[in-house]
């Protein structure tokens, strides 16, 4: 195939369908992807077709229709890339390929195919490492204030560092961060992980696997008896995992995790709920950060924003009494073709970073509400991801209506 864009596909999808090449075709959907920074590509099919998705910036786009009848060859064909069963249509399967652009980035791909009521239906992960390894915790986004409360709490030799955040919030990249940070010569660091998405330099990682009974509860038991200084699980998904998880901060080892809590207050109950004791949590957790991904304004096509005295009115309604002002400068992208239209270009995280100081110990200990927690903390001086979210906005790196999507949905 030609130069990979969107009309040299469209222009393949109008051919004879017997004349379709299927190895071109599924390469130009994930090349095309690549090229529109999507991280993942949806195959969903309906009933007259296999409908081709996009998520880019965490919004889903449609961009292709493919012929139903060519929908069953499609999905065999990324099958057999990512080493999947091609006779299987009855359960779901989970797989991985990887992938080489024409200009030869290299990349993995994480593969999940599941049977729905119109056949098989697609989701592809691209797992892309580029500009990965360059991150550092300096330009993650952090407040001088929490980027000081984080490397206090990574520089601790022991103790819980949490992030909590739904799927897609960038919870991932923030401990691969973390984990360069601390990654050096003196220290053993091990994760395990469901899956492992990146590849860390001088980090021993472990994938889960179920069918082998190789559970986040039994790595890490076994990972204790590896003699390591810091251990990273992916997530603390049961009461299991949680009283390792604390065993193991409390024995002198620097634990990272996430949770899926809504906010960094509600980390603390939630493991409450899971069983631990309120003063192993009070001894243990040093802070929880909870996080969402935003969409930035294009740079190319940014200009302030005006507002009307009603629609300040209107968008001030949704947000804290006093926090937006008339004297606030704010941005948008008018819209252009290096952000096809979209007035956004990539997303950046805003933060709500909570220091488990004896104030919030006493709460803890106290069985006191996430309610309670959050209002001691902010009172301590915690940053909101709303106030956040508002900041990057004055800053012009976001949008109102975007912190607006995110937050309240």
Do not use: W
């Amino acid at each position: 195939m030609a130069a990979i864009d969107k009309d040299s596909i469209d222009k393949l999808l109008k051919q004879p369908e017997e004349a379709i090449s299927i190895i071109e075709l599924v390469k130009g959907i994930i090349e095309f992807a690549y090229a529109s920074r999507a991280s993942d590509i949806h195959l969903d099919p309906s009933e007259d077709k296999l409908i081709v998705r996009f998520r880019i910036d965490g919004v889903m786009h449609d961009i292709f229709h493919i012929p139903k009848n060519i929908h069953p060859e499609v999905i065999s064909r990324i099958k057999v890339l990512s080493g999947l069963r091609t006779d299987e249509h009855q359960i779901p399967q989970d797989g991985r390929l990887q992938f080489i652009t024409s200009d030869a980035v290299k990349f993995d791909i994480r593969v999940s195919i599941v049977p729905t009521y119109h056949e098989e239906n697609t989701v592809m992960r691209l797992l892309i490492q580029e500009g990965q390894a360059a991150r550092e915790l300096e330009t993650l986004g952090f407040s001088e204030r929490d980027l000081g409360i984080v490397r206090n709490a990574i520089a601790k030799p022991y103790g819980m560092l949490l992030i909590t955040g739904p799927t897609g919030s960038g919870k991932t990249t923030t401990l691969y961060t973390m984990l360069k940070k601390l990654n050096q010569p003196d220290v053993s660091i091990i994760t395990i992980e469901d899956p492992v998405e990146f590849s860390l330099e001088g980090v021993d990682q472990i994938q889960v696997n179920a069918q082998t009974g190789l559970t986040f509860a039994n790595g890490l038991r076994a990972i204790l008896r590896q003699d390591p200084n810091i251990i990273m699980v992916g997530e603390i998904r049961d009461e299991e995992t949680a009283s390792i998880a604390v065993n193991a901060a409390l024995t002198g080892h620097l634990l990272l995790s996430t949770l899926h809590t809504n906010d960094a207050a509600t980390t603390l109950p939630r493991l409450l709920d899971m069983g631990i004791e309120p003063f192993l949590i009070a001894s243990t957790v040093n802070i929880a950060i909870a996080q969402r991904l935003v969409r930035k304004i294009c740079p190319v096509c940014k200009q302030e924003e005006k507002y009307s005295v009603s629609a300040l009115e209107t968008l001030g309604a949704a947000f804290p009494a006093g926090t937006i002002t008339a004297d606030m400068n704010f941005f948008k992208g008018k819209g252009c073709k290096t952000c096809n239209n979209t007035g956004y270009l990539g997303r950046l995280p805003i933060y709500e970073v909570m220091d488990v100081s004896d104030a919030v110990r006493e709460a803890i200990i106290g069985r006191v509400s996430a309610d309670e927690l959050k209002k001691i903390a902010v009172h301590e001086g915690m940053t909101t991801m709303l106030q956040d979210g508002i900041r990057k906005s004055v800053q012009g790196l976001t949008t109102l209506e975007e912190i607006l999507r995110v937050i309240h949905g």
